[in-house]
């Protein structure tokens, strides 16, 4: 560990079971699931009145651990270290910060991994298909059981936008601040088209046996190659010609063979085989298409329908290079809103990064949030002037 | 420039009632709409290009969309706010017509401030330099300056009058003397700056 400094410093997840037979929670598919546990982790303090509360929402590949280290020998930060912490835009000494892996995760949450008590097995495949709406209602129980009645804020990027969209449209008198960046109300059909490709990858691996790999060889190669996929997709053209033009990899000469020969292939092969141990190919399955299936038009036939009764103050933020989720989609957003009346604003930053870029920030998405945090805490009395 | 751009402020401020809506296109750092807030207890919006704008917008706490006014405002409904305000956009813009129309079909009454092309010292500049005039509010050089269409005062009232807009209040502005409002003849020749109400008929 570098630093303690703007950090959040050491953390441990903790965990929330609920949701136990027969109050199972009910799935948007009608099924139902319990009991239920999440991993969560929480930063900062909350305040007497219980009115500092921000939720973190992660994205695709993410988990409880948006910030801090695990052990004073723990190298790798929480994957939003960079804007959670002392002095961040979430001010750990101004807000109290909660993130929780989301249903079907597979990082301490209840998910195909986990066992399913009535069968002492893992779930795999019998682990019923959750939505965008169902993490969001897990998440409900979290807060209750933490005496949260109202968030201050929610917020997170790509999947963890779509949450935040359903937190403000599903329980709009529980959230006073939705940010969702880099997402859209409805997945492209784009997108479902590249989370298609990652899950044939994965289901056409010879160990992915119908989801029952646990406990022998996992469908390694499959989800690999999802990842590598899925990480194309992150990236913009601009961002790779910078980090790895046509260099090659340690070698002076191309190898004529089909080796690895280019920096960003061997940079696809790292991601992939490191994405392999630490993610289950079940949870890739479920998760991706939870995304697929969002659309928060569905059900009221059009999004300013479904934005009528939010109460929430949005700030949204997209990222020029963005091909997997770009502006024009956030802005559908914005004009539903606006249409509505709603208190929007909207900020479209020039980043080379791609996808990416919510994750990488530089500080300008930083800078946004800090300042739009305060003038909402400051309006709503949570901080003093 | 600085202080001109603040009498233009006040001018609008003052012509604005307390707790109107108000809508700013292109409202830059949005230091108008911040003094609208604080001194009239306005509910105000801003749309503004740049994201430096937009950032400097959100860091004073006031409601900003990124967004190009020339792609018009179609998904604001007629008449939803009471004024919206075009200060010093008006000659940037690549569509002046579209944007004044939509701003009057959007508010119940338009602002609009504008630097006046036929201010004497713009025409004695292009008389006897014979140059593309350059003053305090029109600081640039011909290959690069941002502002595509400006026009005279005697240019916009022309339009109103073609247009069915009526122009219920004109405001001349003349930066001599560490700036004031003129109250006299000749605003074509003698206001730097002019800032209107209007509405269009019917």
């Known amino acids: ?385 | 420039m600085e202080r001109t751009v603040r009498i233009d402020h006040n001018v609008i401020v003052r012509l604005i009632p307390e707790g109107s809506s108000v809508l700013d296109l292109g409202c830059g750092d949005g230091s108008l709409l911040k003094k609208l807030k604080d001194e009239k207890g306005i509910q105000g919006k801003g749309i503004e290009i740049s994201e430096i704008g937009v950032k400097q917008c959100i860091s004073k706490g006031l409601t900003v969309l990124q967004g190009d006014i020339d792609e018009g405002l179609r998904d604001y409904p007629d008449k939803s706010f009471d004024y919206v305000v075009l200060n010093q956009t008006l000659q940037v813009v690549k569509k002046p017509d579209l944007v004044l129309s939509e701003m009057l079909r959007v508010g119940k009454r338009g602002i609009v401030g504008f630097p006046n092309f036929a201010y004497w010292k713009i025409r004695l500049y292009l008389l006897f330099e014979g140059r593309m005039p350059k003053t305090r509010f029109l600081p640039y050089e011909w290959y690069n300056t941002p502002n595509i269409h400006l026009c005279s005062v005697k240019d916009f009232e022309i339009y109103c009058a073609e247009h069915g807009i009526s122009i219920e209040r004109r405001i001349y502005i003349s930066t001599e003397r560490g700036g004031r409002i003129l109250r006299g003849v000749m605003p074509n020749l003698f206001a730097e700056n002019a800032i209107y109400v209007i509405r269009k008929n019917g």
Not at chain 1, 50 to 66: T, V
């Open chain 1, 1 to 385: 560990m570098k630093t303690m400094a703007g950090s959040v410093g050491i953390v441990e997840k903790k965990f929330f079971t609920f949701a136990e037979p027969p109050n199972e929670l009910v799935l948007e598919s009608g099924e139902k699931l319990g009991p239920i546990t999440l991993a969560y982790e929480t930063y900062g303090e909350l305040n007497e009145d219980r009115s500092n509360a921000i939720l973190i929402l992660h994205a695709l590949s993410g988990d409880s651990h948006a910030a801090g280290f695990y052990s004073k020998n723990d190298k790798k930060p929480g994957w939003w270290d960079n804007v959670i912490g002392p002095g961040k835009a979430f001010d750990t000494d101004k807000y109290f910060i909660i993130c929780s892996n989301v249903i079907g995760g597979c990082q301490g949450s209840t998910g195909p991994s986990s066992i399913n008590p009535k069968t002492g097995k893992p779930y795999a495949l019998s682990f019923p298909v959750i939505t965008i709406g169902d993490m969001v209602n897990a998440q409900t129980h979290l807060i209750d059981y933490l005496g949260i009645e109202k968030l201050f804020a929610v917020a997170g990027g790509s999947m963890g936008g779509m949450q935040a969209l359903q937190w403000a449209v599903a329980y709009p008198d529980r959230v006073h601040v939705s940010i969702p960046i880099a997402t859209t109300a409805k997945l492209s059909p784009q997108g479902i088209a590249f989370n298609e490709v990652g899950r044939v990858a994965i289901m056409m691996d010879p160990n992915f046996n119908g989801g029952n790999y646990y406990g022998g060889e996992i469908p390694r190669r499959g989800l690999a190659l999802a990842r590598m996929i899925g990480h194309i997709t992150y990236l913009s053209d601009e961002s790779m010609h910078e980090k790895f033009g046509r260099a090659l990899r340690g070698k002076e000469r191309p190898s004529f063979r089909f080796d690895v020969d280019f920096e960003v292939e061997s940079y696809l092969h790292y991601k992939g085989d490191t994405f392999v141990e630490r993610f289950d190919a079940n949870s890739y399955l479920y998760i991706t298409k939870a995304i697929d299936y969002f659309d928060l038009s569905y059900g009221t036939g059009s999004l300013v329908e479904t934005f009528r009764d939010v109460k929430s103050s949005f700030l949204i933020i997209s990222f020029k290079s963005d091909w997997l989720y770009p502006p024009y989609q956030a802005k559908e957003i914005v004009k539903a809103l606006m249409v509505n009346g709603k208190d929007v604003t909207y900020c479209e930053i020039d980043s080379k990064y791609g996808h990416d870029a919510f994750l990488l920030d530089e500080g300008e998405m930083s800078v946004v949030i800090k300042n739009f945090l305060e003038h909402h805490a400051r309006r709503l009395g949570i901080l003093k002037d």
